[in-house]
């Protein structure tokens, strides 16, 4: 009867230990793919807020399209810079994305 106890407890331990585990994995496989969305949404930010700007200035200052493309590829560039800082983060801690 001893045996018994201890193997059910044995055995509703491991039950537990596995379902946390997959609670676990799940939560990080979804928390990577928020994080994906997020550097993609970032960086098409970056690059269209950058090109609006230009536009703006281009109407004003009455030199379309130059200054548009100069921030478009400003924007381009900042985005992949800070798309790259980003995974960076991530890579090194896939549960909180810090380098700690």
């Known amino acids: 009867m001893a045996d018994d106890r201890q193997s059910d407890d044995l055995d509703k331990r ?4 596995k379902a946390a585990h997959d609670r676990g994995v799940s939560r990080a496989e979804g928390a990577s793919e928020s994080r994906g969305w997020a550097v993609g949404i970032e960086f098409v930010g970056v690059v269209l807020i950058s090109a609006f700007i230009g536009w703006l200035i281009d109407r004003f200052a009455g030199t379309a399209p ?3 493309i100069g921030m478009l590829v400003l924007g381009f560039v900042a985005g992949v810079y800070r798309a790259m800082k980003t995974s960076a983060q991530f890579d090194a801690d896939p549960t909180t994305g810090s380098k700690d």
């Open 14 to 17: 491991i039950a537990d230990a």
């Open 66 to 68: 130059w200054i548009m």
